[in-house]
């Protein structure tokens, strides 16, 4: 990028997003291809910037690579990384991702229940039955995993910059509007949660390994001042696993099988 105009990275063979300095930080959802051009199926793109630096993603979309230099961390005992500051974009979060509460007193219980979440069932019902995925629902499922991924990554110390409600910021979440007349296959939907199983306990191993990583990690700037190199990598690399299953197992998005990997 130069003289801060916008610079187009791709993020998949014929599609471009709009990089640093367009604005508002959000990627365009249109894709350019030639005419005739079939549009490719991918993973969702996930990527980190910092510093007004964004990275490339790879060809099949699954860029996650935030940049983050040593010199821009600071240290836990001087940041707001004390653990109290996330606890109110966390509870904002939790409203929104659907969620139910009961309190008990002595002779008196209340109930409280928020509506939201990623949808599941009506997207499997719309491609079963109608061969749709209508975009508003499309758009709320990536627009909370946009927020969800900002909030989390926050808290793994992979940025300081307090969590946006609607700002893209340094953390960048995209995957292609589905077709799914022609894209998704109208049975899958009926067993992807069944057949991603096998991620499910990989994930929950790696999620161990990265609760262990942070907490080190966490020392690691408290005394230096930087984020381990390798372990940055690895925190980034479980995101990436974790989108990918997500895109194909619960938002459906996609019927290309995700695979074993924390790497692009």
């Known amino acids: 990028m130069a003289g801060g105009k916008p610079e187009l990275v791709a993020a998949e063979p014929g599609r471009y997003l709009a990089g640093p300095g367009n604005g508002q930080g959000r990627a365009s959802q249109e894709a350019i291809r030639p005419p005739g051009a079939s549009r490719p199926r991918s993973y969702p793109a996930l990527r980190c910037r910092n510093a007004g630096k964004i990275s490339v993603a790879g060809a099949d979309g699954t860029g996650f690579r935030p940049e983050r230099r040593s010199s821009h961390l600071e240290r836990p005992g001087a940041s707001h990384h004390g653990g109290f500051t996330i606890i109110p974009i966390a509870i904002i979060l939790d409203t929104i991702s659907g969620r139910a509460w009961q309190v008990s007193g002595s002779s008196t219980t209340f109930y409280a229940t928020t509506t939201g979440g990623l949808l599941f069932l009506a997207p499997l019902l719309m491609i079963l039955f109608r061969r749709k995925y209508p975009r508003w629902w499309f758009d709320w499922n990536l627009e909370l995993q946009r927020f969800g991924n900002r909030v989390w990554t926050y ?91 997500i895109a194909y197992a619960l938002t459906l998005v996609t019927d290309r099988y995700p695979p074993f990997r924390l790497a692009q």
């Open 155 to 245: 808290l793994a110390l992979m940025n300081d910059q307090y969590p946006s409600t609607d700002e893209h910021q340094w953390l960048h979440l995209d995957y292609p509007y589905p077709d799914a007349a022609s894209e998704l296959n109208r049975w899958l939907p009926l067993i992807k949660w069944f057949l991603a199983i096998p991620h499910y306990i990989v994930l929950f191993f790696l999620d161990i390994g990265l609760v262990v990583v942070v907490i080190v990690a966490w020392f690691a700037i408290l005394f230096t001042g930087r984020y381990p190199q390798g372990m940055f990598r690895f925190v980034e690399g479980v995101a990436r696993w974790h989108n990918r299953v």
